[in-house]
């Protein structure tokens, strides 16, 4: 019995069913898998090695490692590290050991390997290091984040890309063809514009795809005999619920947040509406969206367009007056809005060149004519000495007077860029710094 067969195969759902027996009758993965691939040379000569297979559910994880056990005819192990602990870890290990020593590779397969922590991860390297298993940890998230660097340092990282629409399409159109494992021989028909709906409804996810097909076969099998045809009736049921491919706290999220972020850095309003519209459809909370979209506005728009922070305030507003979904299209509004108008982060850099002279400079005093003199001892030990008013000078400015510690001189921080409302604000600050310089360096001459 191969490790695909099963005694009970009818009862099994049509995605385990129709899992790939080679490497060949895998779909998606093309760069991964290609015919003069490392990863595929290496299967093949049954030379496999331990390794993180990082990709999205349904992309085939679970799959190539059953074909890595297969390809090296080594005995398969699967554990998962949401159901196992520790003490099962040390089960499994002890049993490829046990394995291991009449001459037989065990390959283990760990699925979301990054649920467990480091003392659970600890377990498997002696494992790795003398060879008792080949390790195949299976993951959705980052695995630089997720796993520690003493895992990683002994195992090959596989990137692993979501399916395409095309390749989806294939793996349902053999599940329909297949009379020993998948529909075939049923007397179904659907159309092509149907199984492509499908094959999208999937959203990367072969497994989910297989399944949403399952379900309309069933479904049409029920209304009558001989040919069943999946309609589009049946189909709009089957594929009402269907939500995309999020995770509120991993990877995806991370990546989609950035893309809305530079989008709107990047002055794509169309792009940026995408974004938000793809989060939202997530799942992802409106208020962080909005709280993002308000940072955007400090940090990217900044005194280029100071209605953009006022304009992000009045959409959060809004957005918690209203709720979803009629509140949505106001952080829509500003999302367009923000990635339209001038940008600018001098005031952001700014803020970030004074942090940084708060560290190298400490604790300065501040200058005796800067202080407030409220009392006459305060008076008397030159509190407020030499200050100008600078009301009362030409121009309303004091040119020679500094507003910096004694010890660091006068400093330039912020640098207005020429867009927007901060092109006035460019040509204001360079004539009064150059002034400034003037008055200092004739104070300085007398």
Request: charged share 30%; aromatic share 6%; hydrophobic share 40%.
């Amino acid at each position: 019995m191969s490790l695909f067969d099963a005694p009970t195969d009818a009862l099994r759902p049509l995605a385990e069913r129709m899992r790939p027996r080679t490497l060949d009758d895998m779909v998606g993965q093309r760069r991964l898998l290609a015919a003069k691939s490392a990863l595929r040379k290496s299967i093949e000569s049954g030379r496999v090695h331990s390794m993180i297979l990082w990709g999205p559910p349904g992309c085939g994880k679970t799959t190539l490692s059953l074909l890595l056990a297969q390809y090296a005819d080594a005995e398969f192990r699967a554990i998962s590290a949401v159901l196992c602990g520790l003490p099962e870890v040390r089960q499994v290990l002890a049993e490829a050991a046990q394995r291991f020593a009449e001459g037989r590779r065990t390959v283990l397969f760990v699925d979301e390997v990054h649920r467990f922590n480091k003392t659970q991860q600890d377990a498997f390297l002696p494992h790795i290091e003398r060879g008792t298993i080949v390790f195949v940890g299976a993951t959705t998230e980052n695995p630089s984040f997720e796993l520690n660097s003493a895992l990683l340092s002994r195992c090959r990282v596989h990137v692993m890309e979501a399916v395409s629409v095309e390749d989806i399409a294939l793996a349902l159109q053999r599940a329909l063809d297949d009379e020993e494992r998948g529909l075939g021989g049923r007397g179904l028909r659907i159309g092509d514009a149907q199984l492509r709906l499908i094959a999208t409804a999937a959203d990367g996810d072969v497994r989910r795809g297989l399944t949403l097909l399952e379900i309309a076969a069933e479904l049409a099998e029920g209304e009558g005999e001989g040919v069943s045809t999946i309609t589009d009736e049946i189909l709009e049921q089957v594929l009402a619920d269907r939500t995309r491919r999020f995770d509120k706290g991993g990877e995806q999220f991370y990546d989609q947040i950035s893309a809305l972020h530079k989008s709107v850095r990047s002055s794509n309003p169309d792009a940026a509406v995408y974004w938000l519209a793809r989060m939202l459809d997530g799942g992802c909370d409106p208020s962080y969206l909005a709280r993002r979209l308000t940072r955007m506005a400090v940090e990217d728009i900044g005194l280029a367009d100071p209605r953009a922070l006022q304009m992000s305030i009045d959409a959060w507003d809004t957005f918690e007056r209203l709720g979803s979904p009629e509140g949505e299209l106001a952080l829509a509004q500003v999302a367009i809005y923000l990635a339209s108008t001038a940008k600018s982060n001098a005031a952001y850099m700014a803020y970030k060149a004074a942090k940084r002279d708060v560290s190298e400079y400490g604790t300065q005093e501040v200058p005796l004519h800067l202080r407030n003199a409220p009392t006459k001892l305060m008076k008397s030990i030159g509190y407020g000495k030499d200050y100008r008013y600078d009301h009362d000078s030409d121009g309303g400015v004091a040119l020679e007077q500094t507003g910096f510690p004694d010890a660091m001189g006068e400093r330039v921080y912020y640098s207005p860029v020429e867009r927007g409302l901060e092109l006035k604000l460019k040509d204001k600050l360079d004539r009064l710094r150059a002034d400034r310089e003037a008055a200092r360096r004739k104070a300085g001459r007398s």
